[in-house]
């Protein structure tokens, strides 16, 4: 059981509206429905009367929401009495990244800082870009770094938070390199032949992008889906190993692409996307304890990559 499902219930017993709660929540609304009847699932038993409009609890959800205040208002207590212990945090700057971004871009970037910004003290969490998001939204970090497309735009209200663009990041086909530096799989592939895929887990963000590539091809690719998982990282590390072509962020094999351990897998730059890296912050008139060094870093990289 999550805490965000107590909070979730207690707006939906607010608000009575699953589209107005999952609204507040920065969630969408199928998502917010998901995760009450994840909390349902978890209690084994009905909490909302979904035969009703305005939405209402069943008795048991009555009851429920009863505990849930309890325990929500227990548990803000105990992380206000930690943030106390821990004044020392105020000069740590807390990130959310993508995976993908954690691996690849995240620690180039925070070397680059320090010739012109200074050294920066952080604490990473690492997510898939849902859960990253969520994160910022939650209060649980003090910026968040992600891909930005406009086909897959991140689900974060434009009036509460604030964004930055940082870079540009190219998804293209790499593939291990045979014998002759030419890649073992490439596209469009051989006619009447398959090419071994490796793909992003179905719902990741990275599938999604792919999936606008592949619809965007002249022509139907020949892709034979071998293996799938939501990291980048896995995807690299079996693309290494010959086992088939994968769609990476090219950041990710800078170094690979350097020693010709992977090479390109569609020729002249075909079958790729540009996506942009951006930074996030809630506003300042929104947030809810601002860090002095967070909001130096935010001016800093606002004068440095005007929009």
């Not at 707006?11 to 507040?24: C, I, K, P, V, W």
């Not at 390199?177 to 990275?206: C, E, K, N, T």
Request: charged share 20%.
């Amino acid at each position: 059981m999550e805490t965000k499902w107590l909070e979730d219930f207690v707006s939906l017993a607010e608000t009575r509206s699953f589209s107005r709660s999952a609204h507040l929540r920065h969630v969408t609304q199928p998502a917010f429905s998901r995760r009450i009847q994840a909390l349902e699932a978890w209690a084994g038993i009905d909490l909302v009367d979904r035969s009703s409009y305005p939405t209402r609890l069943t008795p048991a959800g009555e009851t429920f929401h009863a505990q849930a205040l309890d325990i929500l208002e227990s548990l803000q207590a105990t992380r206000n009495m930690m943030r106390s212990h821990q004044a020392a945090g105020q000069d740590m700057i807390e990130f959310a990244v993508p995976h993908t971004l954690a691996f690849s871009f995240f620690p180039h970037w925070l070397m680059g800082l320090r010739p012109t910004f200074g050294a920066v003290k952080t604490r990473l969490t690492a997510l898939n870009v849902h859960d990253a998001a969520l994160r910022l939204t939650e209060g649980g970090c003090d910026l968040l770094i992600a891909y930005h497309h406009a086909s897959q735009p991140l689900q974060i209200s434009a009036e509460r938070y604030e964004t930055l663009n940082l870079t540009t990041e190219t998804l293209a086909p790499y593939a291990k390199a045979g014998p002759d530096g030419q890649p073992l799989f490439s596209l469009p592939g051989r006619p009447g032949g398959r090419v071994p895929f490796l793909s992003y887990a179905s719902g990741a963000y990275m599938a999604q992008l792919v999936e606008l590539i592949v619809k965007q091809a002249g022509e139907p690719l020949p892709l034979d889906p071998i293996y799938e998982t939501d990291m980048a990282e896995g995807l690299k590390a079996m693309a290494l190993e010959g086992h088939g072509l994968a769609f990476l962020p090219r950041s990710s094999v800078r170094k690979e692409l350097a020693s010709r351990r992977l090479v390109a897998a569609a020729a002249g730059g075909e079958l790729s996307l540009t996506m942009e890296v951006r930074i996030y912050r809630e506003r300042p008139g929104h947030a809810r304890h601002p860090k002095a060094v967070a909001l130096k870093l935010w001016e800093f990289l606002r004068l440095a990559n005007p929009a």
